[in-house]
C-alpha cells in the first residue's frame, strides 16, 4: 500500500503528505505505525531516494508552513491534542529524516516558530517546540554556540535536560563537550526545586548516567567534573559549594582541592579588565582605539563562556565596559554592530539579566535608531516589573516622539512611583509631562517637584525644573532665590547655570523648555538590517503599544484579537486582560499559562480552576499560587494567604532568585505594609505586571 | 453500530480492494463496541452524509479518532480504558500471568538516545555492579518513558507464544503469530525491535496508582483495528485473536489484549532484535496480495468461527459478490 502512496506522492507531493499527515492517505496498516516511522521507512538515505526525498523536503516544509498560516481553522477542526500531535509527529519525522531544506528554514525562523510552538506544549512527550529543539540539537554545524542548550538545561522539566544534553554530545562528543554537559547538570539541578541535598542526590545520579553513557576511567570523569566546577568560578552558588563540600567529605580531596584552582581556560585577568575600563574612561585615548580594546576583551570572556559554560564574565565585562564607552562619541559603525552581535549573543545566555536589556537600549540611542531602542525599552518593560530606569527611558523616548503617546509615557512614569516612591528621574519627567500637557496640570507638577527637592536634596534636577516652573507662573524672584541658591552648591553644573543666567537675563520660559528634545548623536551608518531577536523584541513590543492603544482605538483591538487567534501568548494575553470581545476571546493554547491566568481573575475562577492550572503547571507553581492571591481583593483565603507566605519564606531564604522570585517577595512585603484600600488596587496592577512578564517566555 | 455507517461498510465491504473490505468488515464484524463509541468515532468524520462518505474521507476520520481518544498524551486516559468501554473490558485479569509486546526502536535510538542498537545493547548487558551503566540505562527509560504518550498497549500472553520467542528467528515469528503486519521493513531496510516481558500485575499496579477505571481491555476495530491485519471477534470470546500473516498457520489464533500504558523499566528488557524481512501478505503485487489476505483472513474466520462455536460469525471475502 506504501508503494502506491508513493507514485501519487511522485505527482503531488505536497497532497500526499497533507493526505498523509491528516490520515486521508490509504497505505493500509502501515498507518498503525506513527508518521515519522512511516515516513522514515518510505524515503530511507540513499542514492536512489535522494529525488524522492528533495520533494519530500519541500513536501513537509509547505506543511509546517501551512499549519502554522491556518492555525485557527486547523486549531477549530482538530482540537489542540491533534494539532500538537502532528506538529510533533512532523518533528520527529524531521529528526529521523533530516531533510536539509527543512532544517536550514527552521533554524533561520526558529525565534519566531517558538513563539507559535511553545504555548502548544500538553505533556512532556507532546510539545512540539521541545521537539523542535531536539531536531535542532540532532543536526548542529561543527563548533555550533552551545548557548541555547546551557540555557535548556536551566529550565527545570527533565525533558529539556534531555535534549540539552542531547544537544551538547553533539556532532561529537569531546572532552570539551563533557565539561559542557557536567556545567549544564550544574545550571539544571542549582535551580530545580527542592532542597539541595536532594538536588545534589539528584545531579550525582545524572553525572553517573553521563559517565556511564561515555565510559572513561575514573580519572577522566573526576578532571571533567573538576574543569566544570571550577569553570563556573564567576556564579558560585550555594548548590556548587555543597558540591564542593560533597567532595571533601567523600574522600575526593584531590577533585575539590583542584577545582578551587584555576580553570584549564584563560578568562581574562581583572587586571586586564581594570586596565581596559581605563582606557575607555580616558578621554586621551581615542574612541576607536578604546572600543577595538573593548571589543576584544569581551570576546576573549565570551570565548570563556563558550567552553566553559559560564556567562558571568562575559556579561558583566560587557555590560560594565560597555556602559562606559558608549558616554564616549566616535565608535565607529562595525564597532557599533559588533558591539551589537555581542549583546544578541549575551541574551542567549543570559536572556533576564537587566543590564544586557540596557545597554541595548543605550546602543540604538547611541546611533539614534529610536525605533528599535523603543523596541528593547518596551520589551524590557515588561520583562522586569519593577525596574525603574526603563520606564523612564521609555517615557521620555515617548514623549520626544509625538503628543498622542503622551498618555502611555504619563502611565510609565506613575508606575515608577508605585514601584519605587520618591524615584527622582520619573519624577521629574512627570512633572515636565504636565507642564507640557497644560495650564491645570501645573500645580501638580509643582507640587511633586517641590516634594521631590525635599526629599532629594543632593540632586539639582527637580529644581531646576522647579525654578523654569516658578518663572512660568511669574514667580521669578523666587525662581532667582532658588536656582541662586542650587549654582552655589553645584557650581560646576553647566545646566543650572545656563538657566540661572536665562533667569538673570530676564528670558520667558514656555512650555517648550520642558518637554524632551531628541539628543544630538554622531551620525553612525549601522546596517538597517533587523536581526532575528530583534525581529522578536519588535514583535513583542508592537503588540504592547497596541495594548497600550486598546481601550479606546477599534484597530489596535482588532489587531490584538487576530493575534489571539493564532495563538499568540502576549496578544491573548491582553485580550484576556482587556476582555475585549469577550466573551469571544480565542480559546488559549494549552501551555498559554498568564492567558489562562488572566482568564480566571478575569472570571472570578473557583478554587478548583485555580487547582487544574496549578497541576498543568508545575513550573509555575509558586507563581500560580502568588498569582491567586494577588487576585483575591477581598483576601478571603486564609489557607492562601498562609501558603504564599510560606512560600515568600523559603524565597527569601534562598539566595539566587530569578526576577520572578525577587518580584514575588518584594510584591509581598510591599503589599503587606498598605491598608486594606490600598492593598486591593495595588494588588491587581502587580498581577497584571506578573502576568505580562510571564506572558511570552524570554528566550532567544 | 451506527445505521447511518453501515451503507457505507456495505459498500466498502465489496470493494474489489481486500484491505478496504477488511477495514469495512472490521467494522461491521465489531460486537464489542458501545454505540457512544462508534458516536464518537461518526463524529470525527467529515461533516455529510455517511452514506456519501469515500473510503478516503472514513480513513481521515478514523487517523482523527485515533489521535483524539486512542494516541492521548500523557495527561489523558484513552477512551478503550474509559466507561465508555466497559462492553470491552476485561474483567478481573489474573495479575500472575506474563505479557510480552514488541517495541520498534528507531525514533528513541536515532533521537532520543543517539545511540545504536548495539550500543544500546551493551548498555542493557552491562553488569548490576556497574552502576555508571545501570544508571544511564535507568536514565534512557526515564527518557523514553517522558516521550511516550498514553495510548494502551497491544500485549499477548507469553505462555502462548513461547516456542516462537525461543527460536533463533523469535523476531519475525513473533511479528507475524502476533499479525504486526505494519512491521515490515522493505528492501534493505530493517526496523530494531525490543521484546519487553512483564507481570501484569504491573499493569494491575499502573491501574491503581493511576485511578483508573479499567487496566484491561479486549481490543475492538476502533482500538487500532482499521487495517487489514486485525480480525475481531465474536462477543463471547474471553480474548482478542491475533491473525497470524502466515496462512500456513492460520488456525493459530493468538490472545491478545490492550493495557493501560506502563512505563517500561530495564526488568522489563528480554530480547533485542531486528526484523529485516517482510512477511507473506506485504508483497507489492496488488492482486496476488489481495488473494492472499482474503485467503488469509478467511482461514482465520474459519478457526474463530469453531473456537467460539459461532458458526454464522462474520462473512468470507472469498467469493464475496
Known sequence: MIEQWKQGFRQYPEKAIADLMSGRASVGASMRRDVPEILFHAFPNGEEFSEERDLLDTAMLRWLTDMRNHYPREVSRLGFDVYSKRLCD??????????????????????????????????????????????????????????????????????????????????????????????????????????????????????????????????????????????????????????????????????????????????????????????????????????????????????????????????????????????????????????????????????????????????????????????????????????????????????????????????????????????????????????????????????????????????????????????????????????????????????????????????????????????????????????????????????????????????????????????????????????????????????????????????????????????????????????????????????????????????????????????????WQQIESLDSEERAERKEKNAFKLLHASAEEIAY | MLESLLPFLDRTSRSPCAIKSAVADNCRFEERTSQKRWQNFADCLPEMNHGDLTYEDWLEGSFLYTQKYLTVPSVSVPEALLEVNSSAWLKDPAPGQTLVRLEALEWPLSSLWNMSLDEFMALNDAPERNQDARRALSACFDDWNRARDNRPLFAAFLDEVEDEVENEDWSHLLRDRLGLGHYAPGKGQKIPVVLMRYDLQDVIETQTRKGLAASCALPTALDGGMHEYFFPVPEQNPFGATLHLDPRYADLLTAEIIHCRIDYQPRHVWKFGWIEKDHFLSMVDQRDRDAKLREARDLHLFQLRIDSKRDSFAEEMVGRK
Open chain 1, 90 to 667: 512532523a518533528f520527529r519525522a524531521l529528526q529521523l529524516l533530516k531533510l536539509p531544506r527543512c532544517i536550514h528554514h527552521i533554524r533561520e525562523v526558529h525565534e519566531a516558530w517558538l513563539r507559535w510552538l511553545r504555548p502548544l506544549r500538553i505533556a512532556p512527550e507532546r510539545d512540539p517546540a521541545l521537539e523542535s529543539w531536539r531536531l535542532l540539537g540532532l543536526v548542529q554545524r561543527a563548533n555550533a554556540n552551545p548557548s541555547p542548550w546551557m540555557q535548556l538545561a536551566r529550565d527545570p522539566r527533565p525533558e529539556y535536560l534531555t535534549v540539552a544534553l542531547l544537544g551538547l554530545q553533539l556532532p561529537s562528543i569531546t572532552k570539551d563537550r563533557q565539561v559542557l554537559m557536567v556545567a549544564a547538570l550544574l545550571h539544571h539541578f542549582e535551580r530545580a526545586p527542592g532542597n539541595i541535598e536532594y538536588n545534589v542526590t539528584n545531579f550525582n545520579r545524572s553525572l553517573s548516567a553521563l559517565r556511564g553513557r561515555f565510559p572513561r576511567g575514573p580519572a577522566h570523569w573526576r578532571d571533567v567534573l573538576r574543569t566544570a566546577i571550577s569553570d563556573q568560578s564567576g556564579s558560585v552558588t550555594a548548590f556548587s559549594k555543597e558540591l564542593v563540600r560533597q567532595l571533601d567529605v567523600t574522600g575526593d580531596k584531590k577533585a575539590s582541592q583542584q577545582s578551587k584552582v584555576a580553570s584549564r581556560i584563560n578568562c581574562p585577568t581583572r587586571e586586564q579588565k581594570e586596565h581596559v575600563l581605563k582606557l575607555i574612561k580616558s578621554s586621551s585615548v581615542d574612541a576607536k582605539h578604546a572600543a577595538d580594546q573593548y571589543l576584544r576583551l569581551v570576546e576573549e570572556c565570551r570565548d570563556f563562556t563558550l567552553q566553559t559554560g559560564d556567562s558571568y564574565f562575559f556579561v558583566r565585562t560587557l555590560c560594565r565596559h560597555g556602559d562606559q564607552l558608549l558616554k564616549r562619541s566616535g565608535v565607529s559603525a562595525e564597532q557599533v554592530q559588533a558591539i551589537g552581535d555581542l549583546i544578541e549573543e549575551a541574551l542567549r545566555w543570559e536572556p533576564v539579566n537587566e543590564y544586557v536589556w540596557t545597554l541595548w537600549a543605550n546602543l540604538f540611542a547611541y546611533t539614534g535608531r529610536e525605533q528599535h531602542q523603543e523596541w528593547v525599552l518596551r520589551e524590557t518593560v515588561r520583562i522586569f516589573p519593577e525596574d525603574s530606569h526603563s520606564r523612564v527611558e521609555l517615557a521620555r523616548l515617548l514623549m520626544r516622539q509625538s503628543d498622542s503617546v503622551v498618555f502611555e509615557a504619563e502611565m510609565l512614569l506613575r508606575e515608577v512611583e508605585s514601584i519605587n516612591p520618591g524615584h527622582e528621574p520619573s519624577r521629574v519627567e512627570l512633572s515636565r509631562l504636565l507642564v507640557c500637557k497644560g495650564r491645570e496640570f501645573w500645580d501638580e507638577a509643582e507640587q511633586i517637584l517641590r516634594s521631590t527637592a525635599a526629599l532629594n536634596a543632593d540632586n539639582a534636577h527637580s529644581r531646576v525644573e522647579l525654578g523654569k516652573l516658578l518663572v512660568l507662573t511669574s514667580r521669578r524672584t523666587e525662581a532667582l532665590t532658588l536656582l541662586r541658591s542650587i549654582s552655589r552648591t553645584f557650581s560646576s553644573d553647566q545646566v543650572i547655570l545656563a538657566v540661572l543666567k536665562r533667569v538673570e537675563r530676564g528670558d520667558e520660559f514656555t512650555i517648550e523648555d520642558f518637554k524632551q528634545r531628541k539628543v544630538p548623536v554622531d551620525p553612525v551608518n549601522v546596517s538597517d538590517a533587523i536581526p532575528s531577536t530583534l525581529l522578536e523584541v519588535k514583535h513583542r513590543s508592537e503588540l504592547q503599544r497596541r495594548y497600550a492603544w486598546a481601550s479606546q482605538n477599534k484597530t489596535a483591538q482588532e489587531e490584538l484579537l487576530k493575534q489571539a487567534s493564532f495563538g499568540d501568548a502576549l496578544a491573548g494575553f491582553y485580550c484576556q486582560w482587556l476582555e475585549l470581545d469577550a466573551p469571544n476571546i480565542p480559546s488559549p493554547p494549552p501551555h498559554a499559562w498568564a492567558w489562562k491566568v488572566a482568564s480566571c481573575i478575569k472570571n472570578s475562577a473557583s478554587k478548583s480552576e485555580w487547582e487544574a492550572i496549578d497541576s498543568s503547571f508545575s513550573e509555575y507553581r509558586d507563581v500560580t499560587r502568588f498569582a491567586h492571591w494577588l487576585s483575591d481583593s477581598q483576601e478571603q483565603d486564609e489557607d492562601l494567604r498562609v501558603e504564599v507566605e510560606k512560600c515568600v519564606t523559603r524565597l527569601n531564604a534562598s539566595q539566587d532568585l530569578t526576577v520572578f522570585q525577587r518580584f514575588i517577595c518584594s510584591t
